[in-house]
């Protein structure tokens, strides 16, 4: 652990499991007045619990003395025009959606509108310190920031396809170190971060079966929940 100074500790997707958001920053031993918190985007789908997730991450916005970074991801999209027309798209709901809308059944307008309103204020990236953090990825490796559509940093996977084909010493843009989440560690049969060359991959598989995992950037310690399925064996896969 960081002594003396304050941790940055980037929390990957929630997906909705308000359970393991709070193991995380319980087993991180998160202290609001001391750490930096980077939340990866998809608060939503999968899990059951995306109003109480939302309504923690508000509560943490309020008590952090270091403002958290809250960044975008692909479903949030989806909810966020849910909360602002009703529109339920399907591909929504074949993706987890359902789960969503269920766990705004019986919510007030007011906190419809604030959960609007935070979803609003979520960035696409963020840097600093040499380190980008971003939900997708990118397709311009030469110039991440200029060269993108916003559906780039949300959607695209050619960052995490081109470090997982590449040689380790491979150096993507000029940043030290790249964290994503987006796409789940699953895929290579791990629910643990992964690296490549200079990319984080923290999506350890919340959003199915998997864990949440929260990493330290200074130490690359981290911290990850139960697995999803044993703290909510109700959901059907």
């Excluded at 403002?67 to 991801?73: N, S």
């Excluded at 019986?106 to 604030?114: I, Y």
């Excluded at 695209?156 to 789940?184: Q, V």
Aim: proline content about 3%; some cysteine; aromatic content about 12%.
């Amino acid at each position: 652990m960081v002594q003396g100074n304050k941790r940055t500790l980037v929390v990957g997707d929630i997906h909705g499991n308000h359970k393991a958001l709070l193991q995380v920053l319980e087993r991180s031993s998160y202290n609001p007045k001391e750490d930096m918190l980077i939340f990866l985007g998809d608060y939503c789908d999968g899990g059951s619990e995306t109003r109480e997730v939302i309504d923690c991450l508000i509560k943490l916005d309020k008590e952090a003395t270091h403002k958290p970074v809250f960044l975008l991801g692909n479903h949030d999209v989806w909810l966020h025009k849910y909360l602002e027309v009703g529109v339920e798209l399907l591909i929504w709901i074949k993706n987890g959606g359902q789960a969503t809308i269920d766990s705004y059944k019986h919510t007030s307008f007011e906190t419809k509108f604030k959960h609007l309103r935070f979803l609003e204020k979520c960035l696409n990236f963020y840097f600093k310190d040499n380190k980008f953090y971003v939900h997708g990825g990118f397709r311009d490796i030469k110039d991440p920031i200029k060269n993108q559509s916003d559906q780039d940093y949300l959607w695209d996977r050619t960052l995490w396809e081109l470090a997982c084909e590449s040689p380790k010493n491979t150096k993507f843009t000029e940043f030290d170190e790249i964290f994503i989440g987006h796409t789940t560690t699953e895929i290579l049969n791990t629910t643990h971060p992964v690296n490549r060359c200079n990319v984080w991959n923290l999506d350890t598989g919340a959003g199915w079966r998997g864990k949440l995992t929260t990493m330290c950037v200074e130490t690359k310690e981290y911290w990850q929940s139960d697995l999803t399925q044993e703290l909510y064996p109700e959901r059907k896969y």
